[in-house]
């Protein structure tokens, strides 16, 4: 009997998933799973894909202004600008989705740009709001800029139809490089939560086709700063009042998070020096003579930076201890009359004169971003993490003496070594 219920029960159960049977369960699967969704809205249709946002304050409003892409029907991007303002960050977002008549969704959101005027109020209640509820990432590129914010988002919209042009990369390209600073909001507020409370950004300019490193986009005209609520089209109409965005290298610096100072071009290179993130760039030194040299201007080429901090404490003094050591090749020879002798391959042209000249450049450039932070009590180089990491008892007594003006008490000592690629 029992034999004969195993076989009753194979058999229906070979009856249920036969091939054609199964079939029609999994017909049946898809269409309980698929046909609620038959009548919801595609979420582009329901969703504006936000790719940048701004936010300035505006005669006691907070203003926003989104770039928008919109997908066409030629598949080509279309970017779009729309801004709104209201007495608090939320209501000035809500005022945005409004004008849109859809939910901005920031899963696209690769920028969070903040102007002038609420950068000197402070950011962190706006970076608060806008990662507490998830509406943009950490990881997005932080910027300051000056001028409308309208005109602002406006030149960045366009400046997205240059299939190479974006403006993250922009200001960021390389973060090997000594001359660039890469900030997003998660390195934000790791700088800000420190005890140091400092944060860096890249400053982004409105600027004419006349100032420094300007980059062309098409339209974003000056007229458009008056408008609020309102859908601007992304050609513009250009003339003389094209706008230009552009970077110069300036940072700003914020220090309990709001605005402190800005550190121009020159400044942020000396200071990227002691980052070891920062590998390549350049070193320009000027009068080196000797065998092969005749009071030329030579460019030398930063292949490869390594950098050792030592901090140490000698008796009651702490000794900031800096090891730097350079891989070179020769960029540039200047000199009034060039001779033949600067055209031979089969010589050194890493001569010691001129090795000597490197380091005396470098180390003047050290030491003078180290007076920088002194006398803005600000601290760019990390002094204060690496003498707390390893004799925090002997730092904790020094900083009871010395209070905000630490970094004037401390010995700084540096040694460069400079090599050749080969």
């Known amino acids: 009997m029992k034999e004969k219920k195993k076989t009753e029960i194979k058999k229906k159960l070979k009856s249920i998933f036969s091939p054609k049977k199964l079939v029609l369960w999994l017909s049946i699967l898809i269409l309980v799973f698929t046909v609620p969704t038959f009548n919801k809205s595609a979420m582009s249709q329901t969703q504006a894909i936000v790719t940048m946002l701004c936010v300035d304050k505006v005669e006691d409003q907070i203003k926003v202004a989104a770039t928008v892409l919109t997908p066409s029907q030629d598949k080509k991007a279309n970017f779009q600008v729309y801004s709104g303002q209201g007495d608090t960050l939320g209501y000035a977002v809500d005022s945005v989705s409004l004008a849109i008549g859809k939910e901005m969704g920031f899963a696209q959101c690769k920028i969070m740009a903040l102007g002038e005027n609420i950068c000197t109020e402070g950011v962190m209640q706006v970076l608060d709001y806008m990662t507490r509820t998830k509406k943009v990432g950490r990881n997005a590129v932080l910027v300051s800029f000056t001028g409308d914010i309208v005109d602002f988002t406006q030149a960045v919209a366009n400046l997205n139809l240059e299939k190479t042009l974006r403006l993250d990369r922009i200001v960021s390209f390389d973060k090997q490089y000594i001359l660039t600073q890469d900030s997003n909001i998660e390195t934000f507020y790791i700088g800000y939560y420190s005890p140091i409370s400092l944060g860096l950004m890249s400053k982004v300019k409105l600027g004419t086709s006349e100032e420094f490193n300007a980059i062309e986009v098409a339209g974003a005209d000056a007229g458009s700063s008056g408008a609020s609520n309102s859908d601007m089209n992304s050609t513009g109409s250009g003339g003389e ?4 965005i552009m970077n110069d290298g300036t940072v700003s610096l914020f220090k309990q998070g709001k605005h402190y100072l800005d550190m121009t071009l020159d400044e942020v290179k000396k200071a990227n020096i002691f980052v070891n993130d920062a590998q390549k ?9 000797d065998h092969i040299y005749n009071d030329a201007k030579v460019v030398v080429n930063i292949l490869k930076k390594d950098i050792s901090i030592k901090p140490t404490f000698k008796a009651n003094t702490p000794i900031y201890k800096t090891d730097v050591s350079l891989t070179v090749y020769i960029d540039e020879v200047i000199e009034e009359n060039p001779s033949e002798r600067l055209l031979r391959r089969n010589q050194d042209f890493l001569t010691n004169a001129l090795i000597e000249k490197i380091k005396e450049k470098m180390e003047t450039d050290m030491r003078e971003i180290i007076k920088y932070c002194q006398d803005n009590k600000v601290d760019l180089l990390g002094i204060y ?4 990491a390893l004799e925090n008892k002997k730092f904790e007594k020094y900083l009871d003496n010395m209070g905000e003006n630490y970094l004037d008490g401390i010995e700084y000592q540096i ?4 090599k050749s690629e080969n």
Request: proline letters at 0%; zero cysteines.
């Open 281 to 289: 760039g350049t070193v320009v030194v000027e009068s080196v003579t």
């Open 241 to 244: 009042n094209k706008k230009y």
């Open 415 to 418: 040694e460069i070594k400079v």
């Open 385 to 388: 993490k690496h003498f707390y």
